[in-house]
């Protein structure tokens, strides 16, 4: 109990996990240029680096964590100190000319739950040419992964979108006579479906360990999860469509209770029950709630919302079937048909994982 209870006080709650930067891009119709950017701004300041999943794998973490526990106006003075180094990490070229980047605004929200990413706006201005045909996106490595979005004049909608890892450089056109390809986007979007299980999703991969712990017999896990991903991928179209909205607030600790049901029943009976499959359906219904608040913030270009979508489910998807290959190759194969596997692997394995769940949903809630 010991072991299970100190376990679980060192698993993180996804509270620094590395974000993307969000970047918006827009034109008016004298050429000027919006940039609109959605950043872990502790994580630039600190420099906690592009190299890490989570700011505690960083040496500086202690840095972030002093600047996360600030107040907004403690934070803002930092970025003001960090402003150059901030502008020198972005460039933006119109036509192949430099445009000069000024800081108009920085709208930093309050601390908070200091256990969750503060994710911070910062709206940056400069001059581009009149009818421009192409626009060049760089961002320095050290900053980390980034989203670049192009949104149509005179509106919110996104008609470019895509993920650069580790910074990253992108040609967009801006007169619409090269689109961005369908399969470009699928690729993107793949990858981001699998990294959000593997190696950030660690909530989704507990749930998933915990469906593997009560029976390795692949096919019937393999329904399970067939069966997860369909219904995850309902709720996230349906969120993405903006058709069901619930809060993270709403969503996250119940997420956390998903994974303490599943392994409590691991421990209460021997056998996949019946109503097992359906119970992992409706837990796939709200996992997808989660999904969708992620791919909202990345967006979605309209003309390419299907296959977009498709991708990042299908990444998900290889995500969760790796996780199970793991734990077949490193469990399953060796003792799963072991007498003992239950009261010395099933059992003790989903009390730890019952014991992280519990955790999360008590910090969630708090």
């Not at 445009?99 to 709208?107: A, G, M, R, S």
């Not at 029976?215 to 995850?232: C, I, N, Y």
Request: proline content about 4%.
């Amino acid at each position: 109990m010991a072991l299970i209870i100190f376990t679980a006080s060192l698993v993180p709650v996804r509270a620094h996990e590395l974000r993307p930067a969000i970047a918006t891009i827009s034109f008016d119709a004298a050429g000027n240029l919006t940039l609109v950017m959605s950043v872990n701004l502790e994580a630039l300041i600190a420099n906690v680096g592009a190299g890490h999943d989570d700011t505690a794998q960083s040496p500086n973490a202690g840095e972030y964590d002093r600047l996360r526990a600030s107040a907004p106006d403690g934070l803002r003075a930092a970025f003001d100190r960090f402003e150059p180094e901030f502008l020198a990490g972005i460039d933006v070229s119109v036509d192949g000319k430099p445009v000069l980047l000024t800081v108009q605004n920085v709208l930093v929200p309050d601390a908070g739950d200091t256990a969750l990413a503060r994710v911070s706006v910062i709206s940056l201005a400069g001059l581009a040419s009149v009818n421009a045909q192409t626009l060049i996106w760089q961002y320095r490595d050290a900053f980390g992964d980034s989203v670049v979005r192009l949104a149509g004049a005179g509106s919110d909608e996104i008609i470019y979108s895509v993920y650069l890892s580790g910074g990253g450089r992108e040609e967009i056109p801006l007169n619409g006579s090269q689109p961005q390809s369908a399969m470009s986007i699928f690729a993107d979007y793949l990858v981001i479906g699998f990294s959000h299980i593997v190696p950030k999703g660690l909530d989704h991969i507990l749930f998933v360990v915990g469906l593997f712990l009560l029976s390795t017999r692949l096919k019937p896990l393999l329904w399970q999860v067939t069966g997860f991903t369909l219904a995850h991928s309902v709720t996230l179209a349906l969120g993405m469509l903006g058709l069901v909205q619930v809060s993270p607030a709403i969503v996250e600790p119940l997420i956390a209770a998903s994974i303490v049901y599943v392994a409590v029943e691991n421990i209460v009976t021997d056998r996949l029950q019946r109503w097992r499959p359906a119970v992992v359906f409706g837990f796939g219904l709200l996992h997808g709630l989660g999904f969708a608040g992620v791919l909202r913030e990345i967006g979605l270009a309209p003309a390419h919302f299907v296959s977009g979508l498709v991708a990042f489910n299908l990444g998900v998807e290889l995500g969760q079937l790796t996780v199970i290959a793991g734990c077949f190759l490193a469990v399953g194969l060796w003792f799963g048909k072991k007498s003992w596997y239950r009261s010395r692997i099933s059992i003790p394995a989903s009390a730890m994982i019952a014991a992280v769940g519990f955790y999360w949903f008590v910090i969630r809630v708090v």
